[in-house]
């Protein structure tokens, strides 16, 4: 997979929770490519959006408006089988927590996408992918023989081993400490770098953010900036300037 | 503390419907068969007293005006010497007679096997306390030998109008009766038959149709004066008696009459009560298993409140108040339900021929303390365990990611349960084996504490069959079946847990299926080896019927001969004995009877064989005498011999038939067997005698492959009706299934949400489901059956000796019991896992 294509589009996304009064735009027409072979962060304050944004992206939930392309296939037109079958095949996940199913090994945990679709292995792709996340004297232990950092590892491993088109990762350091969180976040970058792994990440953690080629700024539902080849300094600089920005938006609106 | 209980109440209510729903189940069940038994008892008593005077006359030794088939009587002329004492206002002679049938227009026996049918003399004399008894309120009084009247209910059952010619067949020496029916007859007071049939015919006839025309009565009211009570109008009639015959209160009288139907009530009760027992038991595993669970999920928030400075008592009190609203709703539906139920058995008690239509259903208030007593008792009971473990949570698993529930340790459990099992054993063997009083305290006892005890080291017992499931479904099924397999052994408690409750719906079951294929073989292997005649003329119920039934099969062409068999019940040491009369001449020739001592040949005026068991149990030897209380008078029979009891013949003492008629019984054959003329058909004979019959109804003529039908047909409807009694139990451990799979479902919404996530379609995720919900359903099973086997083989080994000789394991049966709680299993997982599948994938996944 080579970077510069794109590996999902997104088309004027709409996403609105309630009606009438209470209705909430969750996202206001958002347009965005995917990079393939690109890490690309998501962030922005709480209620930005960017959860929904992912979530839409991911095929687990569905858009009021506007559209979602992952390679080549429509998302709008694909019913709940269908959209099942992409999660299994094109789609790898990475949670917050874990959310490891706790009676299997890490090695079935990892396995699980495939075996379910009743897939076997690309053993040379999948020792790769063991050998990456470093967690083979661990493939027989259940998750609650294993440390956070190497559950999210086993979580890294299972949404790679169905080689996806684009693994998505919801604040995979949320529940980290800082070591096992730079690890996890060496391991994506690592698969990005080296097997040309489509990644998009939710953040709002800078330093997590910096670890990745592209971060795209999300406010209010849209896209508000977008950063290359970013720093932790030039990100705190960028969160920095869309709060004053959106403060001074926010000011002389009465009801606040 | 309890606000707090109370808001957990009403945030869980779905969760706990389940468990309320057990408790309804259990409660409806005693609150139905109270309020029915109640109903029955309340009707009986009803029936007998507007069936006695404010005095009754009998003879001496009859025992209660409803034990008519004697040729014993008061002699006519003792009426007007009554009638003629001061204080008394009247006095009425009462000719009652049993056997007496009413054909319908279909050619059916109204009230088929089963009510009995009487036939009364007409007259209006009141019973005691001036209630005015079944008379004729339309149409007139039958006259003379072709009229009869007839009780309403019986008469719109078979289709009769006044007018009419009606069939009427009689257990006496004319069979069947052909008179105008003139005459309807009602309780004008209020009043019921609960089913019986009542004809009414003038006392001439009465008299000689049903006491061979001799000029007497079966028993005489007496009326007394206003102002003079019962026991002196008593004391006045008795002074004048002659020594057979002997004078009793009414309501004493209705007492004595009533007490032996009032017996057979309790044990209805008794019968009906076990198997609400049975269901509470099952549903008390229900709660245990929805409040284990309902604790584990809730330990965080449990630790929480502990954290906040929530003592270990209020947080396990808080629990068990959550016990008690749910014991307390269920009772209350319990109550209505079971309301709903008593109508319920009303009807099917209705189909057998008990009709109770005509009481209004009685509820007493000890039925509502019942009620409530036992749902909130148990409920709070089952959750004792749950709510104790509550306790145990740490403070401090309030801070941590997952919390483990303190659990008892499996081998300890194991331990316990094994020791169960063993004084379980213990107990059956004493039941079973020894000589004790109570012999059905100590098996059903011991039956509960096995039960109990595989149920307590279940989740050890399981574990090969749980991996066993695992391995298989992991190789047919896949990653699906690979993680249902893991389900099914992430608790094992609760999995076993789960499966127990099913285990001894289906244990009892597997019993009951053992017991009746093994009566039924019995019934065949007896008939077989001792039933060596062609045919024979009987009714299901051992039913007396007239004499000249066997006069005309005699008559029909290509039978060699015929041989009666009577019985009847007397006394023998205070006890209710079954006294048999047969030819013994000829016996031999149609039942082969094994005899030791003497034999049929032996059976002499004054002798008898003794049944073997009841000789060895009460010590009688060849020669020595048995004092019978008959009819007539004591009788000592001489013990001629012992022969061992079948099916067909099984009383006490069987004698000849010139003493059985001597003694006082009246001229009805039970049985009439047929012997074929050497040559001819037995199927044409079948069909001459059949011939002859067809107009009475009471009675039916089968060769020995019918006859062992017949007898085997009740086994099957009493295996049916506990099968369906049972069905109550199973009901409630299915919804166990359910309970247990959809809170297990509501348990791992998260990891659910994750698998949908991953890629898992809802077709694969309700297999899942549907594959661990097969698990628990044929574990239970195959532990019910197994544990079914070992009851039935024991129950069955221990009554040997009452003629049920043969053991036999209906394996058909038995496997389609298993197969049939897999296909249970699908149905039992089909709402949870449509929950399931149903789940928002986003929502389950940020569920925390």
């Not at chain 2, 006259?143 to 006044?162: C, Q, S």
């Not at chain 2, 031999?588 to 030791?596: D, I, K, S, W």
């Not at chain 2, 001489?638 to 000849?656: D, H, M, S």
């Not at chain 2, 109550?728 to 509501?746: E, K, P, R, Y």
Request: proline share 4%; aromatic share 6%.
């Amino acid at each position: 997979m080579s970077s510069g294509g794109a590996a999902a589009r997104v088309t004027d996304l709409v996403k609105t929770y309630g009606t009438g009064a209470a209705e909430v735009r969750a996202l206001d027409g958002v347009t965005l490519d995917i990079e393939a072979g690109v890490f690309t962060a998501i962030m922005g304050p709480s209620g930005s959006g960017k959860s929904t944004l992912m979530h839409c992206c991911a095929a687990l939930d569905t858009p009021t408006s506007g559209e979602v392309r992952i390679g080549d296939q429509q998302l709008g037109s694909l019913g709940d089988k269908a959209l099942t079958r992409l999660r299994r095949d094109q789609i790898g996940f990475v949670f917050q927590s874990f959310n490891l199913v706790p009676t299997l090994t890490a090695e079935e945990n990892i396995l699980l996408p495939l075996s379910i679709a009743r897939r076997k292995p690309d053993q040379e792709w999948y020792d790769g992918v063991l050998d990456a996340v470093a967690i083979r004297d661990r493939l027989g232990h259940r998750p609650n023989q294993l440390s956070g950092g190497q559950q999210q590892r086993v979580a890294v491993a299972r949404a790679l081993a169905s080689r996806p088109a684009i693994v998505f990762a919801d604040e995979p350091t949320g529940n980290l400490d800082s070591q096992s969180g730079a690890e996890v976040l060496g391991l994506l970058r690592r698969t990005v770098d080296e097997f040309g792994q489509t990644i998009v990440m939710v953040t709002h953690d800078p330093v997590a953010a910096a670890h990745t080629d592209r971060i795209v700024f999300l406010g209010d539902g849209r896209v508000v900036g977008e950063m290359r080849e970013p720093t932790r300094e030039r990100v705190l600089e960028q969160m920095a300037a869309l709060d004053a920005h959106r403060a001074a938006d926010l000011a002389p609106t009465p009801a606040g | 503390m309890l606000h707090a209980a109370w808001r957990s109440l009403l945030g869980r209510k779905v969760r706990l419907v389940m468990s309320t729903f057990a408790i309804v189940l259990g409660v409806a069940f005693v609150v139905g068969t109270l309020i029915f038994t109640d109903t029955l008892n309340r009707s009986f008593v009803a029936i007998f007293d507007n069936s006695v005077g404010d005095v009754v006359v009998q003879p001496t030794r009859v025992t209660s005006n409803v034990d008519v088939a004697t040729t014993v009587q008061l002699r006519g002329s003792l009426v007007d010497d009554i009638a003629q004492l001061d204080g008394v206002r009247r006095a009425d002679g009462k000719v009652v007679a049993a056997g007496v049938f009413v054909v319908g227009k279909n050619n059916k026996v109204i009230g088929g096997q089963g009510p009995p049918g009487f036939a009364f003399n007409d007259n209006d004399a009141p019973a005691a306390h001036g209630i005015r008894p079944l008379q004729v309120v339309d149409g007139r009084q039958p006259h003379g030998p072709d009229e009869v009247a007839m009780d309403v209910k019986t008469a719109v059952r078979a289709g009769y109008v006044l007018g009419d010619k009606v069939r009427i067949v009689s257990a006496t020496k004319r069979a069947l009766l052909t008179p105008t029916l003139v005459g309807l007859a009602d309780f004008p007071d209020g009043g019921t038959l609960n089913g019986a049939t009542a004809t009414i015919w003038d006392t001439r006839t009465a008299q000689r149709l049903f006491l061979e025309g001799r000029d007497g009565f079966n028993t005489i009211w007496v009326t007394a004066d206003d102002g003079v009570s019962q026991q002196e109008l008593r004391d006045k009639v008795a002074s004048v008696l002659p020594a057979d015959a002997r004078a009793m209160t009414g309501d004493k009288a209705a007492d004595v009459a009533a007490s032996r139907l009032l017996e057979a009530i309790r044990f209805i009760t008794i019968f009906l009560l076990v198997f609400a027992g049975i269901a509470l038991v099952v549903g008390s595993f229900l709660i245990i298993n929805t409040f284990s669970i309902l604790v584990a999920q809730r330990s965080r928030e449990l630790a929480l409140l502990r954290a906040l400075g929530a003592s270990r008592r209020q947080v396990s009190r808080s629990v068990l108040f959550e016990a008690f609203v749910v014991g307390a709703v269920g009772s209350t539906i319990g109550v209505g339900l079971g309301v709903l139920l008593a109508v319920a058995i009303r009807y099917v008690f209705g189909r057998f021929g008990l009709d109770l239509s005509g009481t209004a259903f009685v509820f007493a208030p000890r039925t509502f303390l019942a009620a409530y007593a036992i749902g909130i008792v148990v409920t709070l009971v089952a959750a004792y365990l749950p709510a104790r473990r509550s306790a145990r949570i740490a403070p401090v698993a309030a801070l941590r990611d997952d919390v483990a529930m303190p659990e008892s340790s499996m081998r300890l459990r194991f331990a316990v349960g094994m020791l169960m099992c063993l004084a379980a054993a213990a107990m059956m063997v004493v039941g079973l084996t020894l000589d004790v009083p109570k012999k059905g305290y100590w098996v059903g006892g011991g039956i509960l504490a096995a039960l109990l005890g595989v149920a307590v080291a279940s989740p050890v017992l399981a574990k090969p069959f749980l991996l066993l499931a695992a391995a298989g479904y992991r190789a047919v099924f896949g990653s699906v079946g690979r993680l249902a397999g893991q389900n099914s052994l992430r608790n094992p408690r609760r999995t076993a847990a789960t499966a127990s409750a099913l285990m001894i719906g289906m244990a009892l079951v597997a019993t009951m299926s053992i017991a009746g294929a093994s009566a039924k073989a019995s019934v065949d292997d007896s008939i077989a080896k001792n039933f060596v005649g062609d045919l024979v003329i009987s009714n299901l119920i051992g039913q007396g019927f007239s004499p000249s039934v066997g006069d005309r099969a005699e008559r029909a062409p290509g039978v060699e001969s015929v041989v009666r068999t009577r019985f009847a019940q007397a006394s023998v040491g205070g006890r209710r004995e079954f006294l048999g009369g047969v030819d013994p001449a000829h016996f031999g020739a149609v039942m082969r009877l094994r005899t030791t001592g003497g034999g049929l040949a032996d059976v002499d005026d004054g002798a008898c064989l003794m049944n073997e068991d009841y000789a060895k149990e009460h010590g009688y030897d060849r020669g020595d005498l048995v004092a019978w209380q008959m009819p007539k008078g004591n009788q000592a029979l001489r013990v001629v011999g012992t022969y061992e009891g079948n099916g067909a013949v099984f009383a006490t003492c069987v004698t000849n038939l010139a003493t059985f008629s001597a003694a006082g019984f009246q001229a009805q054959d039970n049985a009439a067997f047929v012997t074929v003329k050497p040559g001819v058909d037995v199927t044409f004979v079948e069909a001459a005698i059949n011939e002859q019959i067809a107009a009475l109804p009471t009675v039916t003529v089968k060769n020995q492959r019918e006859y062992a039908a017949e007898q085997r047909e009740p086994i099957d409807r009493l295996v049916l009706m506990i099968y369906a009694l049972l069905g109550m139990a199973i009901v409630i451990a299915l919804l166990g299934v359910v309970n247990t799979l959809a809170l297990s479902v509501i348990e791992r919404t998260r990891e659910i949400g994750l698998l949908r996530a991953i890629g898992l379609s809802r077709a694969q995720l309700r297999r899942m489901i549907g594959l661990e919900s097969i698990v628990i359903a044929v574990l239970g099973a195959l532990l019910g059956v197994a544990m079914g086997v070992i009851f039935g083989v024991a129950l069955m080994s221990s009554l040997r000796d009452e003629g049920l000789t043969v053991t036999r394991i209906p394996t058909v049966s038995l496997t389609a019991f298993v197969l049939s709680a897999a296909i249970v299993g699908v149905v039992t997982a089909v709402l949870p896992a449509r929950r399931a599948a149903r789940l928002d994938v986003l929502t389950a996944i940020a569920t925390e």
